[in-house]
């Protein structure tokens, strides 16, 4: 599914570590959006009881970028319709998280992400 994925602990929470492609300041959101492609995938295959998502973001082993999740009742809500895949979207890139010293103090988060809404 496009990351490299260090680590998984699948329990409740889910805990996923992988390692960006893209190490710079800020998390990379398509790499988010092929996270949780794969866990959508597999929940719609029923082989994945969906649970809340924490996902950690590493530059190298050890140095961490940042981190998001995403909740269990998203993933539900989405997949009965309740909400659109950009609302699911945007619900999970309001909690990323990026770790301090991380950046420049410059956080464009807020700014829309054409890209990441298609």
């Known amino acids: 599914y496009g990351v490299s994925v260090e680590s998984i602990d699948g329990g409740d929470p889910l805990e996923l570590t992988y390692m960006t492609a893209f190490p710079g ?10 996270a949780l492609n794969a866990l959508i995938e597999q929940a719609e295959a029923d ?3 969906p649970v809340r998502v924490e996902g ?15 909740e ?5 809500a989405l997949a009965s319709y ?5 609302e ?3 619900r999970v890139l309001d909690t990323v998280s ?5 950046g420049d103090g410059d956080d464009d ?4 992400d054409a890209e990441a809404d298609r």
Not at 82 to 86: A, F, R, V, W, Y
Not at 98 to 102: F, L
């Open 109 to 112: 988060r807020s700014e829309p």
């Open 47 to 49: 082989e994945w009881d």
């Open 88 to 90: 699911f979207s945007a």
């Open 25 to 34: 300041r800020e998390i990379h959101r398509g790499e988010i959006g092929r």
């Open 56 to 70: 950690t973001v590493v530059r190298s082993p050890g140095d961490v970028l940042g981190t998001w999740r995403a």
């Open 72 to 76: 269990a009742e998203w993933f539900e």
């Open 98 to 102: 990026h770790e301090t010293g991380a």
């Open 82 to 86: 309740e909400i659109s895949e950009t």
